[in-house]
Each structure stands twice: as C-alpha cells, then as structure tokens.
C-alpha cells in the first residue's frame, strides 16, 4: 500500500483533512506533517498560515488522530543545547506519544538522542532537508529529490525506509538545496511573520519544475519496493499546489 505524506496538517486542517480522506477511500494510507509557525523548534517549508500556535498544533492532532490519521512534526536543522528544554515543543512531543500513529521529522542529531532517550515510541523520520542522509538509526528517511534517478545509492538504507519527494520544484543537483535549507531554519528562528521562501539556486531557467513525478513513475518505484511519497506545499495554499495534485494527479489516474 502507498503511504502519502502531505504538509499542511496546521496551517489548514479541516481542507487537508477532506483530501486525506479522498485518498483513504481510494485505498492509500495518509501521513500528515506540519508544526506551528512560533514553534522554536519549527523546520521545513515557511508555512502558508503564519499565524499558528501551540493550541492550533494540538488542535490538528487530535482532529487527524480522530480520523485515524497520523501527524508527524516537522523540526529544524539548527537547535542548539540550551532549546531541548523548550515549552512547547516538548509538549508537542506529549501529545505526539499518545498515538503510536504519530512521528516526528528531523535532521539535527542532538534532537533525535533527545527524542529517543524521551519519546522512544515516535517514529523517527530523516528530514529531506538533510539532502543526504547523516543520522542513523532514524525509521524512515525523506530522501532529496537528486536521488530519484539513482537510488542504488540508498539501497544500504533500505527501499521500505524510503520517502520520496513528488513534486520538487527546483531543478537536479542544485548546488543551493543545503544552503536554502539552512536559510529557511534560520528565517523560522527568527519568527518572521514577513520572511519569504525565496529560491536561491542559481539556475532560474528552464530547467526547474522538471523533477516533479507522476503517477506511472511513482508506481514503478512502488513496484520496486518503494511505498512512501511525499507531497510537499504547506508554503502555499492548499488549492495552488497540493489540492491539485491530489485531485488531477493521484485521483484522477486512480479513476481512468
């Protein structure tokens, strides 16, 4: 079975919950992800809706739980010793360990001996933004898109550990992807309502757009062994990236 990781968990839930259960009824698994936009720890993507706190976040767990659905949180690549000690974050982690469903996304090793020394239930998955996998250990790892064409080389983690990206929107082996990545963390940090994710690779040509995969291509790696797919948005709303292509990618080929 095909497992979809979508972002947007916090930033619309109610509309992500509708899609997730389209996807339920046509016979896929869902995996939410998502983390409040004040959240110290808060990693991936500038989301959509900035305006998100530690209820919201709690709130989109309990409604996806509900459901059946799993929610893993999203934490960034810079956290330094003195923040494993945060608030909310740990709360995040409390209402994150009442659900075996439930996991987090990482890159930064001394957040995941904190989670496993404290939460050793969640499951653990290697954020993409690590671009090549460092931590070990680690359930499953969200693996850059630069690997779509080779996957030989992450064989050694193993192809039921992998998730893949569908819908990169950068361009193959940009040179950037580490740094952007780094700049997104450092922006989240500073809880800048009016930062942007500006792309910084280089090559603004043609082409970017051009690692994007459909359904043909996702179910000949799920026929080699792949079952994990993410599908990344949560910077933008639900109906300019992830709502269409659920809609005219995944279910309207489920359907023909």
Same mark, same amino acid.
């Given at each position: 079975m095909i #497992?979809?990781?979508?972002?947007?968990? *916090?930033?619309?839930?109610?509309?992500?919950?509708?899609?997730?259960?389209l996807l339920v009824e046509q016979g896929y698994r869902v995996q939410v992800y998502d983390a409040a936009f004040t959240s110290l720890w808060n990693?991936?993507?500038?989301p959509f809706n900035r305006? #998100? *706190?530690? @209820? @919201? /976040?709690?709130?989109?767990?309990?409604? /996806?739980n509900a459901h059946g659905i799993g929610v893993d949180a999203t934490f960034s690549g810079i956290v330094e010793d003195?923040?494993?000690?945060?608030?909310?974050?740990?709360?995040?982690? @409390?209402?994150?360990? *009442?659900?075996?469903?439930n996991g987090v996304i990482l890159s930064e090793q001394k957040l995941f001996d904190h989670i496993k020394?404290?939460?050793?239930?969640?499951a653990v998955t290697s954020s993409i933004t690590a671009v090549v996998p460092k931590i070990e250990?680690?359930?499953?790892?969200?693996?850059?898109?630069? /690997?779509n064409s080779h996957l030989e080389d992450l064989a050694g983690l193993g192809f039921q550990k992998l998730q893949i990206l569908v819908n990169e929107n950068c361009y193959q082996n940009c040179a950037e992807r580490g740094q952007h990545y780094r700049l997104l963390?450092?922006?989240?940090?500073?809880?800048?309502k009016a930062c942007e994710d500006v792309c910084i690779c280089k090559?603004?040509?043609?082409?970017?757009?051009?690692?994007?995969?459909?359904?043909?291509?996702?179910?000949?790696?799920?026929?080699?062994?792949?079952?994990? /797919?993410?599908?990344q948005g949560r910077q933008d709303p639900i109906e300019s990236e992830i709502g269409p292509y659920i809609r005219d990618v995944i279910l309207k080929t489920k359907g023909d």
């Amino acid at each position: 079975m095909i #497992t979809w990781h979508i972002g947007g968990a *916090v930033s619309y839930p109610e509309e992500l919950l509708r899609y997730s259960q389209l996807l339920v009824e046509q016979g896929y698994r869902v995996q939410v992800y998502d983390a409040a936009f004040t959240s110290l720890w808060n990693g991936g993507r500038i989301p959509f809706n900035r305006s #998100t *706190v530690l @209820d @919201d /976040f709690l709130r989109a767990i309990e409604l /996806f739980n509900a459901h059946g659905i799993g929610v893993d949180a999203t934490f960034s690549g810079i956290v330094e010793d003195q923040e494993l000690n945060d608030y909310e974050c740990n709360a995040v982690l @409390d209402k994150l360990a *009442v659900s075996p469903l439930n996991g987090v996304i990482l890159s930064e090793q001394k957040l995941f001996d904190h989670i496993k020394q404290n939460y050793p239930g969640l499951a653990v998955t290697s954020s993409i933004t690590a671009v090549v996998p460092k931590i070990e250990g680690c359930d499953f790892y969200a693996v850059s898109p630069d /690997f779509n064409s080779h996957l030989e080389d992450l064989a050694g983690l193993g192809f039921q550990k992998l998730q893949i990206l569908v819908n990169e929107n950068c361009y193959q082996n940009c040179a950037e992807r580490g740094q952007h990545y780094r700049l997104l963390s450092l922006q989240m940090k500073r809880f800048d309502k009016a930062c942007e994710d500006v792309c910084i690779c280089k090559d603004q040509s043609g082409g970017r757009f051009k690692m994007r995969l459909g359904m043909e291509q996702i179910n000949a790696l799920h026929e080699a062994g792949i079952s994990h /797919f993410k599908l990344q948005g949560r910077q933008d709303p639900i109906e300019s990236e992830i709502g269409p292509y659920i809609r005219d990618v995944i279910l309207k080929t489920k359907g023909d």
